[in-house]
């Protein structure tokens, strides 16, 4: 029971802050970590933020948010939510 209790717990402290994230909060999607990308993103979770990572190893960089959108899960609207909360600086 602890253990449910515990992943419940965590799930809903990263829920909160993914809802949470606040506009001027902006993410380097070039090196942002999963939990940075969970936290800072709108709309993304810690499964995006993990395909996202996955696709910057398996791709390379992005340099433009329309790269963004090819990547598993992540659709126009979550690239309109984000806009001003994404850089692309190496």
Same mark, same amino acid.
């Given at each position: 029971m602890k &253990? @449910? #209790?515990k992943a419940l717990g965590?799930? #809903?402290f990263f829920f909160a802050q993914s809802v949470l994230a606040l506009p001027d909060e902006a @993410? &380097? $999607?070039n090196t942002a970590s999963v939990d940075e990308l969970a936290i800072? #993103? $709108?709309g993304v979770g810690?499964?995006?933020?993990?395909a996202i990572i996955q696709y910057r190893e398996e791709h =390379? &960089?992005?340099v433009d948010l329309d790269e963004l959108?090819? @990547?598993r899960g $992540? =659709?126009?609207h979550v690239i309109e939510s984000n806009r001003d909360n994404i850089f692309f600086k190496e």
């Open positions: &253990n @449910v #209790l965590t799930a #809903l @993410v &380097n $999607i800072k #993103l $709108i810690r499964s995006r933020a993990q =390379g &960089n992005f959108m090819v @990547v $992540i =659709g126009e």
